[in-house]
Nanobody, 126 residues
Framework: QAQLVESGGGSVQAGGSLRLSCRSS????????MAWVRHVPNQEREGVAA??????YASYVDSVKGRFTISYAENTLYLQMDSLRLEDSAMYFC?????????????????????WGQGTQVTVSS
């Protein structure tokens, strides 16, 4: 089973930007659904952005629309995060499921994806 490794997290002031990356340990041409899922302690994990590697179609939760951009290229998943807010602070995980799959967001992401990375911390301060 492929491993997913995230990078790019860190600390940033509100209004700033970060770019997260997630690279798979194995190249696969099989179509997948991939997502960025964030977790705040004492809350459920929440999928905030998802993409189909076959079509490039992406979906976002309302709270990040217009600020976050998910993309996929050369076996690597990205999340460009702009105009960061205090409430974006969380551990961010990348996750995937081999097709057939759907672009699952919100708390349903917790069970929709079958492979997960270890996470990268994003901290937004005022």
């Amino acid at each position: 089973q492929a491993q997913l490794v995230e990078s790019g997290g860190g600390s940033v002031q509100a209004g700033g930007s970060l770019r997260l990356s997630c690279r798979s340990s194995e190249y696969s041409a099989r179509p997948r659904c991939m997502a960025w899922v964030r977790h705040v302690p004492n809350q459920e994990r929440e999928g905030v952005a998802a993409i189909s590697t076959a079509s490039g179609y992406a979906s976002y939760v309302d709270s990040v629309k217009g600020r976050f951009t998910i993309s996929y290229a050369e076996n690597t998943l990205y999340l460009q995060m702009d105009s960061l807010r205090l409430e974006d602070s969380a551990m961010y995980f990348c996750a995937e499921k081999i097709a057939p799959c759907s672009l699952t967001l919100g708390t349903a992401s917790q069970t929709a994806y079958t492979t997960w990375g270890q996470g990268t911390q994003v901290t937004v301060s005022s």
